[in-house]
């Protein structure tokens, strides 16, 4: 659930900083110490990959997460009622969180690995799921695009039990290619789970053991601004 401190890779997803409007940020060359001695060229240095975008400071829009009808039979299964925290929404069947900062770097995909690195941040929002008195909320999203991970804090009955934690991991073989709306850039598609971290907590705290880390909890929906925060 999109959601994400410190959305991954996107959502390997969050390529959609590739946008013509934004200024291009280049990498410097530099010396190779592991240049192949069989090397047809005299010249020792290695290019590094240079980003075809970079967005220092993300200023706005959100990551959305259509949520599976699997997922949502799991909760219904487990008694467990889903919810959102401060500035979170659920909307026709999507769990939609503003995006308060972060930034990102985009590379062609081919010349660097990752090529989408950065943060994405949802500060002041979240979801929760409770059931029998038993409440739990995760808030403060982060998407690391570059491990295809999202991180979150974790509260139970309004204690923090964790900071940071590994909430989703992101698969993008699924993405949709980017799509530029005036300001804004929309990448589509990479499918969310659980993470083994997160499955691990919510079995201990809901007394169970039907939450898996191959739970698919839907699919996400990114919508950036492209205009940097000033």
């Known amino acids: 659930m999109s959601t994400i401190r410190s959305y991954k890779k996107t959502f390997a997803g969050i390529a959609l900083v590739a946008v013509a409007a934004l200024p291009l940020a280049a990498c410097s060359s530099s010396d190779s110490a592991g240049a192949s001695a069989s090397s047809s060229s005299s010249d020792s240095k ?13 200023s706005g829009d959100d990551t959305a997460v259509a949520l599976d009808s699997g997922f949502t039979d799991a909760l219904t299964s487990l008694g ?4 959102v925290v401060g500035e979170g929404k659920l909307t026709d069947g999507s769990l939609v969180f503003p995006i308060t900062g972060g930034n990102v770097t985009y590379f062609k995909p081919g010349t660097a690995k990752p090529y989408v690195i950065g943060q994405i941040q949802h500060e002041g929002s979240g979801f929760s799921l409770e059931a029998g008195g038993t409440k739990v909320e995760i808030t403060n999203l982060n998407v690391d695009p570059g491990i295809s991970r999202v991180y979150g804090d974790v509260a139970v009955n309004g204690k923090t ?11 993008g073989a699924t993405l949709k290619p980017l799509q530029v709306e005036g300001d804004t850039a929309i990448l589509e598609g990479t499918k969310v789970f659980v993470s083994p971290v997160a499955a691990s907590l919510l079995n201990d705290t809901f007394k169970t053991d039907a939450v898996t880390d191959q739970l698919l909890v839907g699919v996400a929906k990114i919508t950036v601004n492209t205009t940097p925060a000033s």
Do not use: E, M, Y
């Open 46 to 58: 290695t290019s590094i990959a240079k980003p075809v975008a970079r967005i220092n400071a993300l």
């Open 161 to 171: 039990v964790a900071s940071s934690a590994f909430i989703f991991q992101l698969r």
């Open 80 to 83: 467990l009622t889903p919810g």
